[in-house]
């Protein structure tokens, strides 16, 4: 379930309409070719994961095998892809409220509606979230529910028309890549799942089976959902929420208004869990020493990182304030790619010090760890220069952060 609920964010609800602008109906097999891609990647965690019988995940395989500055541009990774991807997640509901509320999506309206929902937030986790944490659960489930019921329903409306004749022409190599990096979004998140794997009875078999069966099942629902929206909307690549007009044109306004709530239900528990994980990022960097110590402040009544929570919801409201749901998307994936290349280095390194010690180890070598790099650097080709310069910039940031922290500490 933590595989799952990491892959299935917001995206899937944004994601048809660009997928099927680049790659027509085509679109569909490239969510089965994204899976392939992600496999070695996932593969490589899978044996990550399997080593710590504590706590895990990017940070610590950064540390262990190169160092803590790279285990920090680890950490810093991880907070980039959560911030992009909490930016990303408040466009696309913003472009979801607006689908009923036209004013919302406008000019003042929409930078209104995006300073609300990062205010909102970010008072949640000053104030504290135990509460919100707790609703995650319910929301979790609305979310799930609204999407399988949707394919499900879509194909007793639409019967066979939902299947593809494939007799169009194919698109372009470059359109293909393209869509391959804005779906990969999809299917990032799986990293999150890592993290508490040692606290599995056994890591070794636990973490295989949970990231694979995840693949397999959120590749599954992806493709159906595909296969309705194109059925459903002829022109699919105009709109800006794709899955709240196939649900309008299936069920009418009565769809559209649940897969509302499905949409507020997957954004907000989104939104909640990449605010509260990220936000202790920084928190847990400022007191080990790599960032500095504002960061690692916490509120004199609430005792929550008030200041990593600020700096985290006006970081993510300028994002969102001057990108759009297909650059932030973008962006995010690259940061991550980043990420799952120092993972899939790291095996080299680590794999001698676990092997003997009853660890889940990949047959083949290093063959799947050289594929999963092979695969990142593949899609890094396809990522706009835009994107590229932005990532860039903060992990820029980051680096200066870091000297920052150790300056302060060491004086």
């Known amino acids: 379930m933590l595989v799952v609920n990491g892959l299935i964010g917001a995206g899937i609800f944004g994601l048809p309409s660009g997928a099927f602008a680049l790659a027509g109906e085509y679109s569909v097999l490239v969510y089965a070719f994204c899976a392939l891609l992600m496999l070695p990647v996932i593969l490589c965690f899978a044996e990550l994961g399997s080593y710590f019988r504590g706590t895990g995940g990017p940070i610590r395989y950064g540390t262990l095998a190169f160092g803590p500055f790279i285990g920090f541009q680890g950490g810093w990774l991880y907070y980039l892809a959560r911030l992009i991807s909490f930016s990303a997640n408040t466009v696309l509901l913003t472009d979801s409220i607006a689908y009923f509320l036209p004013s919302a999506g406008l000019g003042g309206g929409r930078l209104a509606t995006l300073a609300m929902v990062c205010l909102a937030l970010s008072l949640v986790n000053v104030l504290g979230s135990l509460e919100s944490i707790r609703s995650m659960t319910l929301v979790t489930v609305i979310k799930f529910a609204v999407l399988i019921l949707l394919p499900i329903c879509g194909f007793a409306v639409l019967g066979k028309d939902v299947i593809p004749s494939f007799q169009s022409s194919l698109p372009s190599s470059s359109d293909l890549g393209s869509t391959a990096l804005l779906l990969i979004y999809a299917f990032v998140g799986f990293e999150g799942a890592v993290v508490p794997a040692g606290e599995a009875k056994r890591p070794e078999r636990d973490m295989p089976l949970g990231l694979l069966f995840g693949l397999a099942v959120v590749t599954v629902l992806y493709m159906l959902i595909q296969l309705v929206s194109q059925a459903a909307i002829p022109n699919l690549a105009d709109t800006k929420t794709p899955l709240l007009d196939v649900s309008a044109s299936l069920f009418g306004d009565v769809g559209a208004v649940l897969l509302m709530v499905g949409v507020v239900a ?146």
């Open 266 to 411: 997957s954004v907000v528990a989104n939104l909640i869990g990449s605010m509260f994980s990220a936000t202790r990022v920084t928190y847990a960097l400022a007191l080990d020493g790599s960032l500095p110590g504002w960061f690692g402040k916490v509120h004199a009544r609430f005792l929550t990182p008030a200041n990593s929570v600020v700096f985290f919801g006006v970081a993510a409201f300028m994002l969102s304030a001057f990108g759009t749901f297909t650059v932030l998307a973008a962006m995010t994936v690259l940061s991550r790619l980043f990420l799952y290349i120092m993972s899939c280095a790291a095996i080299p390194k680590l794999r001698p010090r676990f092997r003997e010690k009853g660890r889940f180890i990949l047959r083949g070598g290093y063959t799947v760890p050289i594929l999963g790099t092979l695969a990142c650097l593949w899609l890094m080709l396809q990522v706009s220069s835009q994107s590229v310069w932005m990532t860039a910039l903060f992990i820029a940031v980051g680096s200066g952060l870091f000297w920052l922290g150790k300056k302060q500490n060491s004086s």
